[in-house]
């Protein structure tokens, strides 16, 4: 397979911070799936940006959504607030440690 296949989509890194722990990031799925898929926990319920329970702190990198309407707001997203189970990765991304 050419890595300048238009289908294989971009591949990056979600690092938590300060813990260290990382998993695969690929650009074409929800963070909180990556992070799920690379061992790292995670607090989620609905899965589709309405009850805020997976919110996070993006201290790096940058995010899309697909929906139009995510549930953050204009300015929760600029001060870093992420929902990574609808937030896409565009980057590498560091996020806060979720609290335990
Ligand atoms: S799990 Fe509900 S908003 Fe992300």
């Given amino acids: ?3 300048d296949s238009p289908f294989t989509p971009a591949l990056f890194t979600a690092r938590l911070a300060p813990s260290g722990r990382q998993a695969d990031a690929w ?3 929800p963070l909180l799936h990556s992070l799920e898929q690379g061992g790292v926990d995670w607090p989620s319920s609905c899965r ?3 009850c805020r329970a997976c919110l996070g702190q993006l201290l790096a990198g940058s995010v899309r ?4 309407w995510p549930g953050v707001t204009r300015e929760e997203r600029a001060e870093g607030c992420v ?3 609808i937030a896409y ?3 590498d991304v560091v996020l806060q440690d979720p609290a335990t």
């Fill in 27 to 29: 650009a074409d799925q």
């Fill in 65 to 68: 959504y697909e929906i139009e």
């Fill in 1 to 3: 397979m050419s890595q």
């Fill in 48 to 50: 589709n940006g309405t």
């Fill in 83 to 85: 929902l990574p189970c």
């Fill in 89 to 91: 990765p565009e980057s």
